[in-house]
């Protein structure tokens, strides 16, 4: 399942609880340009701090 449109920590946790694995929204980040991407994604201090719910490793999720 993926959940597109998650704004804040608290749709994120719910939709984590309802068994949602797959997540897209301004809660994670705004649009980014293709460096600004590549920049985000290979911060995973940021990234493990915004998946903490999730007990997968954030470089496993990064396969998904």
Known sequence: M???????????SW????????FQGYY???PLDPA?????VQDERHLAGL???ISVP?????RA
């Not at 939709?15 to 797959?22: E, I, V």
């Not at 600004?36 to 985000?40: G, Y």
């Open 36 to 40: 600004a991407f590549r920049a985000f």
């Open 2 to 12: 993926l959940a597109e449109g998650v704004e804040t920590a608290a749709e994120y």
């Open 51 to 53: 998946l903490a719910p």
């Open 15 to 22: 939709l984590n609880a309802q068994g949602c694995r797959h």
């Open 28 to 30: 994670f980040a705004r």
């Open 58 to 62: 954030v470089s496993e999720r990064l």
